[in-house]
């Protein structure tokens, strides 16, 4: 009892047990021409989701972008899962996704990271078919081969594939952070719901906090 009752979550990063995992930031969802927004009028995007792609382009990203140049600098394990099918007409997909009709086809435009944060030579991309990462690929398998305890996770949606790999890499027994400031979703609304659902699964910090914590 006496162990048990020094743990928490709340805990610095140990670079050398820890991995970035960046969600979903792909075509299809973070770019105005992207699949999910093609159908949307220019009315639409302005009444539904201008502050979306506002929070994603002057938030989001860029602390996105600081995290990920932070942990390269400090060799740190970058990861990213992208929404994609295994297959062009996506038979493979979870059930949810068939009754949705939502489907990336394998090798898709909509299936790529955003430029903005596009994954380097030897960075590894789990493409999923599921909202969680970790029902649909062998990430846990990686992760432990790789040695990580601690998982720091940001991306989108906050609400959907965001929360859902937070529930579970915590119950697979990671030490999860999610930085709160790199993620978005919809609304503000939405995003700050999940925010205070999620809370007593994880760390939470913003961009800055987290950079305060990789060496120099």
Not at 134 to 139: A, G, H, K, L, P
Not at 144 to 153: A, C, D, H
Not at 164 to 186: E, N, P, W
Not at 197 to 213: D, H, M, N, S, W
Request: proline share 3%; aromatic share 6%; glycine share 4%.
């Amino acid at each position: 009892m006496a162990a048990e009752s020094n743990l928490t979550r709340e805990r610095p990063l140990v670079p050398e047990d820890s991995a970035l995992l960046i969600v979903d930031v792909q075509n299809l969802c973070a770019r105005r021409d992207g699949g999910e927004f093609k159908a949307r009028s220019d009315a639409e995007i302005a009444r539904d989701y201008a502050a979306y792609f506002a929070q994603l382009e002057e938030v989001a990203v860029p602390n996105m972008q600081r995290l990920l140049k932070a942990f390269r600098a400090a060799s740190v394990e970058v990861l990213y899962t992208t929404i994609e099918s295994l297959t062009r007409d996506g038979r493979d997909r979870s059930l949810d996704y068939k009754i949705s009709g939502f489907n990336v086809p394998k090798g898709a435009w909509d299936a790529k990271v955003i430029d903005e944060l596009a994954p380097e030579d030897d960075e590894m991309v789990f493409p999923k078919s599921s909202s969680s990462v970790f029902i649909s690929t062998n990430i846990d398998y990686v992760l432990r081969n790789l040695g990580v305890k601690q998982l720091v996770i940001c991306g989108l949606r906050t609400d959907h594939c965001v929360e859902s790999a937070i529930r579970d890499a915590c119950d697979l027994g990671y030490l999860v952070t999610q930085v709160t400031d790199a993620c978005a979703s919809i609304t503000q609304e939405r995003h700050e719901n999940s925010l205070r659902t999620i809370k007593g699964y994880c760390r939470q910090v913003t961009t800055e906090a987290l950079l305060a914590e990789l060496p120099c």
